[in-house]
């Protein structure tokens, strides 16, 4: 099965081509400001070096967030665009579960992603011989209020993200036994691992974004009294 992955969630924009679980070629653009003008040319670029088209495709999978509103809005409407025009089937995946494939240490994962100011979009997952199982929800934290929920787990925890690299000390002065992985940049080879697992598990994720809190835009309207959709 051939796999186009393609990653905007974050500063990196990283596009990959997979034959099921083996990275043919990965492409990552490291520009946080121009997701929108690199995303065509880099999926050319991939597909030109491994000389295939969108049409040998037979899956598509697409970061759906949380990250950057806008990387992860660039990423799902191109995905979908290739889903409406060519009919190639797609799936959208966590950034928070992606980021789990960047280890390969059994046990209690916890994915963190910085969110500023001390937050972090929080995942815990088990990961037990290359399959990954979501614990509880996904969601938006403080990093003060993600150490009650993970000192209720005995085992090892293994962290990993930008939010684990960044919260290090802090999370190994409260957490026993942590664990931290080398790779925290998110990957279109991780998330096209997660993707391939998921479609071979004969699940439909929806490739809609997930935010997990409002936009600056929203907060800022919020504040001033307002709603983005108009007062009711």
């Keep these: 099965m051939k796999i186009l ?9 990283t596009v990959a081509i ?3 679980e083996t990275c043919l070629k990965e ?3 490291d520009d946080s400001r121009n997701h929108s003008e690199k995303i065509m040319p880099v999926i050319e670029q991939v597909l030109s070096d491994t000389q295939l088209s969108l049409k040998d495709m037979d899956l598509i999978v697409c970061d759906k967030g949380p990250g950057s509103f806008t990387g992860i809005r660039i990423g799902v409407g191109t995905v979908l665009a290739f889903r409406d025009s060519l009919h190639i089937e797609c799936i959208g995946i ?19 992603i910085d969110a500023k100011n001390d937050n972090v979009y ?12 979501q614990i509880g929800n996904l969601e938006f934290k403080n990093i003060n209020e993600i150490i009650p929920i993970l000192n209720r787990y005995v085992s090892p925890i293994t962290f990993v993200g930008d939010g684990a690299e960044i919260h290090k000390n802090f999370l190994q002065d409260n957490i026993k036994n942590s664990i931290f992985c080398d790779k925290n940049n998110l990957s279109s080879i991780s998330l ?3 993707g391939y697992k998921t479609y071979k598990k ?3 994720n929806s490739i809609m ?7 600056q835009a929203e907060r800022a309207l919020e504040e001033k009294g307002g709603s983005i959709h108009g007062n009711h």
Excluded: H, M, W
């Design 5 to 13: 992955s393609i990653d905007t969630a974050s500063n990196l924009c």
């Design 18 to 20: 997979l034959e099921n």
């Design 27 to 29: 492409i990552i653009v």
């Design 94 to 112: 966590s950034s928070l579960e992606a980021l789990v494939y960047n280890t390969n240490t059994n046990g209690i994962v916890c994915s963190l």
């Design 122 to 133: 929080f995942g815990l997952f088990d990961f037990e011989d290359g399959q990954v199982t």
């Design 192 to 194: 096209g691992i997660a």
């Design 202 to 204: 004969g699940i439909q």
């Design 209 to 215: 974004p997930l935010y997990l809190r409002k936009s």
